[in-house]
Nanobody
Framework: QVQLVESGGGLVQAGGSLRLSCAASGSFFSIVSMGWYRQAPGKQRELVAAKNSGGGTNYADSVSGRFTISRDNAKNTVYLQMNSLKPEDTAVYYC???????????????WGKGTLVTVSS
């Protein structure tokens, strides 16, 4: 079982910055990728950014150039530096990890409980 614990959400004014952190713990064979999704009220959950173990990254167009994802593979921790925040970035941000619980198991998705980011105008 994998546990993902997020931290760093909060209230910030437009143009400000926040840094989210997510640490994975528990029992697993390997984590292939870690990333962040968000869900705004009345909207579907969407990918914000993800980073795989090989260093490849993927960003949503809406955050490219403003957000930076980084990962400490040794600590199984992923970070999201969010700059130039806009009111439309307001959402619950969920940490996601993908990998294998055991050597013989299938690929799985794991989720954190989410952390609220509110950007005021």
């Amino acid at each position: 079982q994998v546990q993902l614990v997020e931290s760093g959400g909060g209230l910030v004014q437009a143009g400000g910055s926040l840094r989210l952190s997510c640490a994975a713990s528990g029992s697993f064979f390997s984590i292939v990728s870690m990333g962040w999704y968000r869900q705004a009220p009345g909207k579907q959950r969407e990918l914000v950014a993800a980073k795989n173990s090989g260093g490849g990254t993927n960003y949503a167009d809406s955050v490219s150039g403003r957000f930076t994802i980084s990962r400490d593979n040794a600590k199984n921790t992923v970070y999201l530096q969010m700059n130039s925040l806009k009111p439309e970035d307001t959402a619950v941000y969920y940490c996601n990890a993908r990998g294998y619980p055991t050597l013989a198991s299938s690929f799985e998705d794991w989720w954190g409980k989410g952390t609220l980011v509110t950007v005021s105008s």
